[in-house]
Protein backbone atom coordinates (compact mmCIF):
# COMPACT_ATOMS: atom_id res chain seq x y z
CA UNK A 1 0.00 0.00 0.00
CA UNK A 2 1.19 3.06 -0.84
CA UNK A 3 2.06 5.79 2.01
CA UNK A 4 -0.73 8.42 2.92
CA UNK A 5 1.46 12.29 2.54
CA UNK A 6 -1.81 14.76 3.44
CA UNK A 7 -1.57 16.33 6.67
CA UNK A 8 -3.44 15.37 9.33
CA UNK A 9 -3.47 15.84 13.59
CA UNK A 10 0.00 15.02 15.33
CA UNK A 11 -1.78 13.34 17.92
CA UNK A 12 -4.65 13.51 20.22
CA UNK A 13 -3.01 16.29 22.13
CA UNK A 14 -3.06 18.51 18.76
CA UNK A 15 -6.57 17.63 18.09
CA UNK A 16 -7.66 18.20 21.41
CA UNK A 17 -5.90 21.01 22.04
CA UNK A 18 -6.98 23.11 18.33
CA UNK A 19 -10.45 21.84 19.05
CA UNK A 20 -10.70 23.15 22.59
CA UNK A 21 -9.51 26.53 21.38
CA UNK A 22 -12.14 26.58 18.88
CA UNK A 23 -14.70 25.55 21.43
CA UNK A 24 -13.72 28.24 23.66
CA UNK A 25 -13.99 30.90 20.69
CA UNK A 26 -17.18 29.38 18.53
CA UNK A 27 -18.81 32.88 18.70
CA UNK A 28 -16.04 34.27 17.15
CA UNK A 29 -16.17 31.64 14.51
CA UNK A 30 -19.72 31.98 14.21
CA UNK A 31 -19.63 35.14 13.21
CA UNK A 32 -16.30 34.94 10.80
CA UNK A 33 -18.24 32.76 8.70
CA UNK A 34 -21.11 34.36 8.62
CA UNK A 35 -19.14 37.23 7.34
CA UNK A 36 -18.79 39.13 10.29
CA UNK A 37 -15.13 40.66 10.80
CA UNK A 38 -13.77 39.94 7.55
CA UNK A 39 -14.54 40.06 4.23
CA UNK A 40 -16.33 36.60 2.72
CA UNK A 41 -13.99 36.93 -0.24
CA UNK A 42 -10.98 37.42 1.97
CA UNK A 43 -12.08 34.43 4.06
CA UNK A 44 -12.43 32.31 1.11
CA UNK A 45 -9.36 33.11 -0.02
CA UNK A 46 -7.10 33.20 3.47
CA UNK A 47 -9.09 29.22 3.26
CA UNK A 48 -8.34 27.96 -0.14
CA UNK A 49 -4.82 29.04 0.30
CA UNK A 50 -4.32 26.89 3.56
CA UNK A 51 -6.65 24.50 2.24
CA UNK A 52 -4.32 24.06 -0.94
CA UNK A 53 -1.56 23.75 1.52
CA UNK A 54 -2.80 20.69 3.56
CA UNK A 55 -4.61 19.07 0.29
CA UNK A 56 -7.66 18.70 2.05
CA UNK A 57 -9.90 17.52 -1.07
CA UNK A 58 -13.08 18.05 0.58
CA UNK A 59 -12.58 21.71 2.16
CA UNK A 60 -11.18 22.29 -1.50
CA UNK A 61 -14.43 21.25 -3.22
CA UNK A 62 -17.04 23.42 -0.12
CA UNK A 63 -14.47 26.01 -0.49
CA UNK A 64 -14.33 26.07 -4.23
CA UNK A 65 -17.96 26.25 -4.27
CA UNK A 66 -18.34 28.87 -1.65
CA UNK A 67 -15.59 31.56 -3.00
CA UNK A 68 -17.35 31.34 -6.55
CA UNK A 69 -20.71 32.13 -4.23
CA UNK A 70 -19.03 34.97 -2.67
CA UNK A 71 -18.02 36.35 -5.94
CA UNK A 72 -14.07 35.21 -6.28
CA UNK A 73 -13.48 34.24 -9.94
CA UNK A 74 -12.99 31.07 -11.36
CA UNK A 75 -9.73 32.00 -12.93
CA UNK A 76 -8.49 33.47 -9.50
CA UNK A 77 -9.78 30.07 -7.28
CA UNK A 78 -8.09 28.19 -9.79
CA UNK A 79 -4.81 30.16 -9.46
CA UNK A 80 -5.46 29.92 -5.66
CA UNK A 81 -5.27 26.05 -5.64
CA UNK A 82 -2.21 25.81 -7.74
CA UNK A 83 -0.10 28.47 -5.03
CA UNK A 84 -0.61 31.45 -7.55
CA UNK A 85 -1.31 34.77 -6.15
CA UNK A 86 -1.18 36.85 -9.28
CA UNK A 87 -5.22 36.92 -9.65
CA UNK A 88 -5.88 37.60 -6.13
CA UNK A 89 -6.63 41.27 -5.05
CA UNK A 90 -3.70 43.77 -3.89
CA UNK A 91 -4.89 44.62 -1.21
CA UNK A 92 -5.64 41.20 0.33
CA UNK A 93 -2.64 39.44 -1.13
CA UNK A 94 -0.06 40.22 1.77
CA UNK A 95 -2.76 38.37 3.54
CA UNK A 96 -2.85 35.57 1.47
CA UNK A 97 0.88 35.26 1.30
CA UNK A 98 0.78 34.92 4.80
CA UNK A 99 -1.80 32.51 4.86
CA UNK A 100 0.21 29.98 2.79
CA UNK A 101 3.20 30.60 4.76
CA UNK A 102 1.01 29.87 8.21
CA UNK A 103 0.08 26.90 6.90
CA UNK A 104 3.49 25.75 5.46
CA UNK A 105 4.90 26.22 9.28
CA UNK A 106 1.74 24.63 10.38
CA UNK A 107 0.83 27.31 12.64
CA UNK A 108 4.67 28.42 13.42
CA UNK A 109 4.88 31.93 10.89
CA UNK A 110 7.99 34.00 11.30
CA UNK A 111 8.31 36.90 13.09
CA UNK A 112 9.08 38.95 10.25
CA UNK A 113 5.80 37.17 8.34
CA UNK A 114 4.00 38.42 11.33
CA UNK A 115 5.16 42.18 11.43
CA UNK A 116 4.59 42.41 7.74
CA UNK A 117 0.75 41.25 8.23
CA UNK A 118 0.53 43.63 11.94
CA UNK A 119 1.78 46.37 9.45
CA UNK A 120 -1.39 46.17 6.89
CA UNK A 121 -4.03 45.12 9.87
CA UNK A 122 -5.06 46.49 13.01
CA UNK A 123 -5.09 43.64 16.14
CA UNK A 124 -9.17 42.62 16.10
CA UNK A 125 -8.42 41.61 12.04
CA UNK A 126 -5.05 40.22 12.70
CA UNK A 127 -6.86 37.77 15.29
CA UNK A 128 -10.14 37.27 13.02
CA UNK A 129 -7.49 36.29 10.04
CA UNK A 130 -5.54 33.62 12.64
CA UNK A 131 -8.92 32.41 14.14
CA UNK A 132 -9.64 31.83 10.44
CA UNK A 133 -6.21 30.15 9.70
CA UNK A 134 -6.58 27.87 12.54
CA UNK A 135 -10.20 27.17 12.16
CA UNK A 136 -9.52 25.89 8.51
CA UNK A 137 -6.42 23.89 9.56
CA UNK A 138 -8.94 22.26 12.00
CA UNK A 139 -11.15 21.47 9.53
CA UNK A 140 -8.57 20.37 6.85
CA UNK A 141 -7.10 17.93 9.33
CA UNK A 142 -10.65 16.71 10.05
CA UNK A 143 -10.84 15.76 6.59
CA UNK A 144 -7.98 14.37 6.07
CA UNK A 145 -8.20 12.05 8.90
CA UNK A 146 -11.51 10.99 7.67
CA UNK A 147 -9.46 10.60 4.49
CA UNK A 148 -6.94 8.54 5.67
CA UNK A 149 -9.24 6.60 7.60
CA UNK A 150 -11.03 5.60 4.89
CA UNK A 151 -7.53 4.65 2.73
CA UNK A 152 -6.59 2.29 5.34
CA UNK A 153 -9.08 0.31 6.17
CA UNK A 154 -9.48 -0.13 2.17
CA UNK A 155 -5.63 -1.14 1.91
CA UNK A 156 -5.05 2.08 -0.07
CA UNK A 157 -8.06 1.28 -2.58
CA UNK A 158 -10.23 4.34 -1.49
CA UNK A 159 -9.13 7.84 -0.20
CA UNK A 160 -6.80 9.95 -1.58
CA UNK A 161 -3.19 9.43 -0.46
CA UNK A 162 -1.79 13.32 -2.08
CA UNK A 163 -1.78 14.79 -4.70
CA UNK A 164 -3.46 18.09 -4.51
CA UNK A 165 -7.04 19.30 -3.62
CA UNK A 166 -9.77 18.60 -6.42
CA UNK A 167 -12.73 20.95 -7.12
CA UNK A 168 -16.27 21.02 -7.52
CA UNK A 169 -16.88 17.03 -8.81
CA UNK A 170 -13.35 16.16 -8.76
CA UNK A 171 -11.93 18.12 -11.39
CA UNK A 172 -8.64 19.78 -11.44
CA UNK A 173 -8.44 23.41 -10.37
CA UNK A 174 -7.79 24.12 -13.98
CA UNK A 175 -11.41 22.43 -15.19
CA UNK A 176 -13.65 24.66 -13.06
CA UNK A 177 -15.95 26.61 -15.34
Known amino acids: MKPFHKRTFRGPGQFLAEGGYLLRRAWAV???????GLESGL???LFLAVTQVNQCRTCAWAHTRIALGEGVAADEVRALLRRDLEATPEAEREAVLYAQHWADTDGRPDAEAVSRLAIRYDADTLDRIHLALRFIRFSNYLGNLTEHL???ITFGRLGDAGGGPKAPGGAA???LP
Open 30 to 36: ARLLRGN
Open 43 to 45: RER
Open 150 to 152: VFR
Open 173 to 175: PDE
